[in-house]
T-cell receptor
């Protein structure tokens, strides 16, 4: 089984440009999560889909950030008008979310976003 | 709100030393507790979980026991190896009925094992 696949691995954008990050979850997993990781803030929850439906986006900045899951095989995180403070590693994870597997997240290697 | 506190930001040990990384949580009820490990350039990997008082989770020689009384889930290993060098995260599970699978991560503890 392939793991969670994230593309691109590295992205450099200029301030004010748009960035779109892609995630392909493990086949058969019902839940998809996005987290952001920085040295200062650590691992921050952004948003969460279950069976493609948005469940909890309480961690998403209210402006400029959006996430979608148009089908069971991929999710996207879009950041409009990127700012230097958006520089981070964006991690996608998927999970079976059944009984004892709940909370057992499988993370991708992350997409490192650098905003100049 | 729910939170996790890891006391040590960094731990440096020699090979074969005993490891303890402290994790305390703040939450009502009996949340599931987790340990994850992250190697450079990779995403965090699940180590193990526990969801009841006195339950012990273990994997790869690491273990932790859920202690409701002290609200703790300390990570221990009897004899560390250089290959254990990584960042370790304690995490708290989400709530039934809502974001069940959402995790609240601690700040992480970097373990450095000197050969």
């Amino acid at each position: 089984n392939a793991g969670v696949i994230q593309t691109p691995r590295h992205k450099v954008t200029g301030k004010g440009q748009e960035a779109t990050l892609w995630c392909e979850p493990i086949s058969g997993h019902s839940a998809v999560f996005w987290y952001r990781q920085t040295i200062v803030q650590g691992l921050e929850f952004l948003t969460y889909f279950r069976n493609q439906a948005p469940i909890d986006d309480s961690g998403m900045p209210k402006e400029r950030f959006s996430a979608q899951m148009p089908n069971q095989s991929h999710s996207t995180l879009k950041i409009q008008s990127t700012q230097p403070q958006d520089s981070a590693v964006y991690l996608c994870a998927s999970s079976l979310e059944t009984g004892a597997n709940t909370g057992q997240l499988y993370f991708g290697e992350g997409s490192k976003l650098t905003v100049l | 709100g729910d939170s996790v506190t890891q006391t040590e930001g960094q731990v440096a040990l020699s090979e074969e030393d005993f490891l303890t990384i402290h994790c305390n949580y703040s939450a009502s009820g009996y949340p599931a507790l987790f340990w994850y490990v992250q190697y450079p350039g990779e995403g965090p990997q699940f180590l193990f979980r526990a969801s009841r008082d006195k339950e012990k989770g273990s994997s790869r020689g690491f273990e932790a026991t859920y202690d409701k009384g002290t609200t703790s889930f300390h990570l221990r290993k009897a004899s560390v190896q250089e290959s254990d060098s990584a960042v370790y995260y304690c995490a708290l599970g989400g709530r039934r009925g809502s974001a069940l699978g959402r995790l609240h991560f601690g700040a992480g503890t970097q373990l450095i094992v000197i050969p």
